[in-house]
């Protein structure tokens, strides 16, 4: 293959390793060091996508990530095809498939480009003005939006790929390895510093590193040379780690920063096989340098956005970099000397300079006065005033500026060029150092946001061309300078470097360059991702826009994937001219991270599929599962939610255990409930304090319901409390609660109340807890625990012992959630299975019955007991829930007592729980449904809402609790619940359905 | 993301630890003597204000110990963090 | 006796690395701002629980590990019988808590506890903790309480390279999948 645009020996492209690609579906090559867009252009090719809204052919532009236009869309695999890659960022490798984004049928002739020719109709606001209105027409708006823009295609399928987070810890972290970054790098790792040097390409040296230029140089050698050498150098530093293909992402407080490492993105598919695809790092450093560099500015001016019209820093890296001319006959604009370093290494490779147009009078700088003796015609105070050529530029019209640069005088010339780099400029990148919080001062002269020094947040320092060096000798004197002070070392081996550089002397800035046309006849685009242009800027200022924030998002300037890394400036310059108003009063917009996009897997990492949320599993787990249980989420636990058997529903399997529980035996596995051991003298009194009725008086062996408020007086936890012995106390609370009540509890010891005696352990894992209830209960237990006595006399209702099974010790409970006579046992969870399998083995006779959660609901709603987070909200007293009998009204303080008789909570017309039957006991209602009294009513009053609903197998007829206003004295009222269908009639009751007399505890 | 420097166990990521708000609001000693509106003063009102703020953290995944910090809620900076019951080491 | 049953009962290898269930030794959490404490334990166990944050003592049976101010976590370095075990954690509990100079404890079945060895180890777990493990790992006896997938764990550094991990029982299957899982990614 011949690459006639390829020079021969370049050290960074592999020329014997050739490389196949597709690029819309043609077939290339390119070599190994390529990146997609070096490739392309070696191939000759500059038009690679659509602009967004006029669908302009667009080529490349730059050589790195503040890429506006050659975005693609890698491969077309469902799961794996990425959509908005910059082709200037991607390596190349065997088997790449791109394909260009944003137009159709094909990149060379797209329909949407007819937008082109409306665009006088296609304003600032286009969207806003046209598409708001009439509101009824949305959706046709939104087809014709659909299909006509669009930034590349999403994945349709699951990601196969892995991605992996991982925490780092550092001394100092340089960002950039550029020279500054090198130099940094060096200093802090020889004095004793751990090192992390991260540099988002695979190459380190940023631009020096191939910048071969006699006007350039160090200790008497190019500076491409020493840098070189450098690098070598530092690689054998012990305390310096090195990661290339790392782009920072976000910079946040206390230097703690996010970066993407690429793993295997710049690999071919079969060599990416079980390889992590990239790696979010989490960075915590103890001091921060920024060495991000500085991207060039484009020149805005008519038809500035032809493919073929690119960076002069761009053509300059891709002729020294990757060996590829960017054309054959190329001409340059600039208004600053930086484009006379692009000219000479053009010249050098032989490339056919057509002139040189600069916008200032003069300049005499040695880098100048180099290029002037290669016999390049320098168009001096001339400005480009319109460009030709559809797909690639073909020609430029040249005209003289006017004194004040407003105009152009003179005749036009017209010169064929098939390349053209411009340059105005150069934008230090302070991304990531106002993501960091740190505040930019404006230097006019050259038209910059720099770091303030003096609103730096502390522990970072901004080194190099990001900090406004732009000469070599000022980037290496004050790199060198500021790096030793920032790290307290007294002598570098950078201190009396001899540096040679060409000194810009000449300035001269035009944000909007004039062109011989009205502006109106113009094209000057500004944001080239977003095709905004300066018009319309100017006209958003017309409008009334003032705020930059606003005119950017009125215009959409610099809000697409680049975050108008190239556009800002001059947005905010071209505002600034308009209104009259100094650049650096304007501000900038805000830099939100990420500095260039990631992609969602980094974002997530592993934390995908079975790693999504954590699975609490209970010892018991796996036999529920072999034993067909279906599973409810209670938080992060897994519980049993019923057993279903032989092909039954849901509904029919609840029905089962439900009657099994009250006819004979039931069992259920409640090892979710948090258990917190409480010891201390002051145990009794702590517990006093934080629920709501009495505890002083439990004797030892008793166990006793609580509830416990929050300070605003509120339902927050309940649970039944054993007192083990005079001050040993075993606290349960509801699944969900364990942990924030445990840290309620710790707060109050140690803030409010450390004059208690009082320690709290939590045990929810080391108990598992096994209850069984039903009229059957106590035969099973006397078979498990032959020795207990199990007479109501020696183990009554509400009270405990200590036993032993097989040898272990258990704590046996006799309460009951169901109303029925139960037990619950406790014992080390690594023997609950087995003593699990000795009950269900025990009841075999009596048709013994694991039930889930969904039964144990239904059967504790049969009693109208209430479960937190389900009957209540937050917003209910105990008084709304009709527990009144439960406040320990003689106690002098519990938590949220005072609470109670706020003027809020004595209303008497707050929602209170009740209970509720439907007319017609076979319909069940849903919980959730609203309580309405008058169908009629508009709008309709919401009274209140079902919190629990069943059929009751037991009652055979369907229960619900609901919270209704006033509802305590509602009883025999009857309501409306509206469906969506139907309204179903209810009636008012008590909150108890079953067994009001409380029989069957003792049956 | 802070990293908070707790009394007890040393310097550690805002991940292991939870925040509970404004700190120095003691519960009443004798809540039935106050009027609803002192007693809403204490439970509801408070100060979130920009700049100097004085707050309770705990160190949830840790030690499990509460204890002040006195942060600048205008740039997250700590100036200070302290026992539960010691004095604030810098003027409130 | 009954059968126990461990969650894990698993041990695995990824080249240097090795993560292994260790079974359950006896674990007793101990809690006390007592003055006499100290010396109690001491008498009691021939071991003094560590005053010094995010370190622990250790004799040839038994390691205390430091979890706060007023909080300790007892581990036997040895498996005991359930009623060598039983009788111990009545000897703490009677000369502790029943003359209230504290709290104790049993929290075997409540902790997991994992066994890491390798030189990766550290790699493996910054994949997902936020602490700087720098000084943990120079310092045999080092103790952290943090954060591990999300997940609270205990961590005591027994030899260069090898620590144990404690995790609650009913995390401990899931954090051994994303254990296993990111040992295959070093
Ligand atoms: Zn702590």
């Given amino acids: 293959m011949s690459q006639e645009l390829r020079i021969n020996n370049n050290k960074f492209i592999d020329q014997t390793t050739r490389l196949s690609f597709k690029f819309n579906g043609e077939k290339l090559y390119g070599y190994k060091g390529d990146t997609l867009a070096s490739a392309l252009l070696a191939n000759n090719i500059h038009l690679v996508g659509r602009s967004f809204k006029y669908h302009r052919p667009r080529g490349i532009m730059t050589c790195g990530s503040e890429e506006p236009n050659a975005i693609v869309q890698i491969g077309n695999d469902p799961s794996l095809t990425d959509p908005n890659v910059r082709a200037t960022e991607i390596e190349l490798y065997e088997g790449l498939e791109a394909f260009s984004q944003n137009c159709w049928p094909n990149v060379k002739f797209d329909i949407g480009g007819i937008n082109n020719l409306l665009s006088p109709l296609l304003p600032a606001g286009f969207y806003y003005k046209t598409f708001m209105w009439p509101a009824s027409f949305w959706e046709k708006y939104e087809f014709f939006i659909r299909h006509s823009a669009g930034l590349g295609k999403s994945p349709t399928k699951p990601d196969r790929d892995i991605y992996d987070h991982k925490y780092y810890h550092c001394d100092v972290l340089v960002v950039g390895g550029g020279i500054s970054g090198i130099m940094a790098a060096k200093l802090s790792a020889e004095n004793n510093n751990e090192t992390l040097l991260i540099d988002d390409k695979n190459i380190l040296g940023g631009t020096t590193i191939y910048q071969n230029n006699d006007c350039f140089q160090i200790d008497g050698i190019h500076t491409n040379y020493w840098l070189e050498n450098e690098i070598k150098k530092i690689k054998n530093i012990k305390n310096l780690t090195i990661k290339t293909r790392t782009s920072l992402a976000a910079y946040h407080g206390y230097n703690y920063l996010l970066a993407k490492e690429n793993l295997s993105d710049h690999l071919s598919p079969d060599e990416r096989k079980n390889k992590i695809r990239q790696r979010l790092w989490k960075i915590r450093a103890k001091k921060v340098i920024i060495a991000t560099g500085s991207i060039e500015r484009p020149l805005i001016f008519n038809n500035n956005d032809r493919p073929g019209i690119m960076l002069s820093s761009a053509i300059k890296k891709f002729i020294d970099f990757y060996g590829v001319k960017t054309g054959k006959e190329i001409s340059l604009f600039t208004n600053n000397d930086s484009v006379y370093e692009t000219a000479i290494s053009l010249k050098k490779s032989g490339v056919n300079i057509i002139s040189i147009i600069d916008i200032r009078d003069k300049s005499s700088s040695k880098i100048v006065k180099e290029v002037e003796k290669h016999n390049i015609k320098i168009y001096w105070n001339h400005t480009i005033v319109n460009t030709e050529g559809y797909r690639r530029i073909s020609f430029i019209e040249i005209m003289k500026l006017s004194d004040d640069g407003s105009g152009v005088i003179g005749k036009k010339i017209k010169l064929k060029t098939d390349c053209l780099g411009i340059s105005g400029g150069w934008t230090p990148m302070v991304h990531l150092f106002t993501q960091s919080g740190g505040k930019l001062k404006f230097r006019s002269n050259d038209n910059v946001f720099l770091p303030d020094k003096n609103k730096t947040p502390s522990d970072q320092i901004s080194i190099g061309s990001c900090n406004g060096d732009f000469d070599i000798k000022d980037i290496i004197l004050n790199s060198n300078k500021d790096v030793k002070t920032f790290l307290g070392i007294e002598n570098s081996p950078f201190d009396n470097l001899k540096v040679e550089s060409s000194r810009e002397e000449m300035k001269r800035n035009i944000w909007l360059l004039p062109s011989d046309k009205p502006i109106g006849k113009t094209k000057p685009f500004l944001d080239f991702q977003n095709d905004s242009t300066a018009k319309d800027v100017k006209l958003a200022l017309r409008e009334g826009f003032k705020s930059i924030e606003h005119v950017k998002r009125y215009t959409t300037t610099g809000m697409g994937t680049d975050q108008g890394k190239l556009s800002n400036m001059h947005a905010l310059g071209i505002i600034a001219e308009t209104t009259g108003t100094n650049m650096g009063e304007l501000g900038t917009t805000t830099f939100r991270p990420p500095y260039t996009p990631l992609t969602f897997g980094a974002i997530v990492g592993r934390n995908v599929g079975e790693f999504f949320d954590h699975t609490r599993k209970t010892a018991m787990h796996n036999w529920h599962v072999q034993n067909k249980a279906k599973f409810e989420n209670v938080g992060q636990w897994k519980r049993a939610w019923y057993y279903p058997k032989n092909g039954e529903t849901m509904f029919e399997a609840v029905q089962r255990e439900s009657k099994a529980a009250r006819e004979s035996v039931g069992i259920l596995d409640a090892s979710t409930l948090g258990k917190i051991d409480i010891q201390g003298t002051d145990a009794s009194e702590f517990l006093n304090r934080v629920y709501t009725n009495a505890w002083s008086k439990l004797a030892v062996g008793k166990c006793r319901y609580g509830l416990m408020l929050n300070e605003d007086g509120m339902v927050y936890d309940d649970g039944v409390t054993t007192r083990l012995s005079e001050n040993h106390y075993i606290m349960t609370t509801t699944t969900g609660g364990a942990a924030n009540v445990l840290t309620k509890l710790e707060d109050y010891l140690q803030t409010e109340w450390p004059e208690l005696d009082v320690y709290l352990t939590t045990v929810t894992d080391h108990f598992s807890t096994i209850s069984i209830c039903g009229p059957n209960s106590k035969k099973i237990l006397s078979k498990v625990i032959p020795d207990l006595d199990l007479s109501d006399e020696n183990f009554p209702h509400m009270s405990f012992k200590n036993s032993i099974i097989n040898g272990i010790k258990c704590r046996v409970m006799r309460i009951s959630f169901t109303g029925e006579h139960s037990y619950e046992i406790n014992i080390q969870s690594n023997y609950a299975k087995h003593v699990w399998e000795l009950c269900m083995d025990a009841g075999k006779n009596y048709n013994i019955t694991p039930y889930g959660t969904e039964t144990m609901h239904l059967l504790r709603a049969e009693k109208g007991f209430i479960i937190t987070g389900q009957d209540t909200d937050g917003t209910m007293t105990p008084s709304d829930l009709q527990m009144d009998w439960i406040i320990g009204k003689k106690k002098f303080d519990f938590i949220g007592k005072r609470s109670l008789y706020r003027s809020d909570t004595i209303r008497d017309d707050r929602k209170q729980l009740v209970g509720l039957l439907t007319d017609d006991p076979k319909e069940i209602l849903e919980e959730g449904a609203q309580i309405v009294e008058k169908l009629n009513q508009k709008p309709v009053e919401m009274l209140g809402h079902v919190t629990s609903s069943y059929f009751s197998p037991n009652l055979n007829k369907s229960i619900a609790l609901a919270v209704i206003k006033s509802g305590k004295k509602l009883k025999g009222k009857k309501f409306f619940v509206p469906m969506e269908n139907k309204n179903i009639n209810v009636t008012v009751t008590d909150t108890v359905f079953f067994d009001k007399e409380n029989k069957r505890l003792n049956a | ?92 | ?186």
């Fill in chain 3, 1 to 186: 006796m009954l059968n126990f049953e461990t969650t894990l009962q698993d041990s695995k290898s990824y080249g240097d690395l090795t993560l292994s269930e260790v079974e359950p030794i006896l674990k007793i959490n101990l809690r006390s701002n007592k003055r006499e404490f100290s010396t109690k334990i001491g008498k009691l166990l021939s071991i003094i629980p560590p005053i010094e944050a995010n370190t622990s003592s250790s004799n040839e049976d038994y390691s205390v590990l430091w979890l706060s101010p007023d909080e300790w976590l007892i581990y036997s370095n040895n498996k005991i019988s359930y009623e060598q075990q039983n009788l111990l954690e009545e000897n703490l509990f009677n000369n502790i808590s029943n003359i209230n100079q504290g709290s104790v404890t049993n929290v075997t079945d409540h902790w997991v506890m994992i066994n890491l060895k390798g030189y990766k180890i550290y790699d493996l777990l910054s994949k997902s903790s936020p602490y700087d493990f720098k000084n943990f790992k120079m310092k045999k006896g080092s103790v952290t309480q943090t954060l591990l997938n999300h997940t609270d764990v205990i961590l005591h550094n027994i030899y260069d390279n090898n620590l144990n991990l404690f995790v609650r029982r009913s995390f401990s299957e899931d954090l051994w999948l994303w254990i296993n899982d990111s040992a295959r990614f070093l």
């Fill in chain 2, 1 to 92: 993301m802070f990293i908070i420097n707790c009394p007890y166990c040393g310097e550690r990521d805002q991940t292991e630890f939870s925040s509970g708000g404004e700190a120095h609001i003691a519960r009443p000693k004798q809540p039935t003597e106050l009027s609803d509106d002192e007693w809403a003063e204490f439970l509801f009102m408070r100060k979130n204000i920009k700049g100097i703020q004085f707050e309770r953290w705990n160190h949830s995944h840790g030690c499990r110990k509460w204890f002040n910090v006195v942060r600048d809620t205008s740039n997250d900076k700590i100036h200070a963090v302290y026992k539960m019951g010691e004095k604030p080491p810098v003027n409130k």
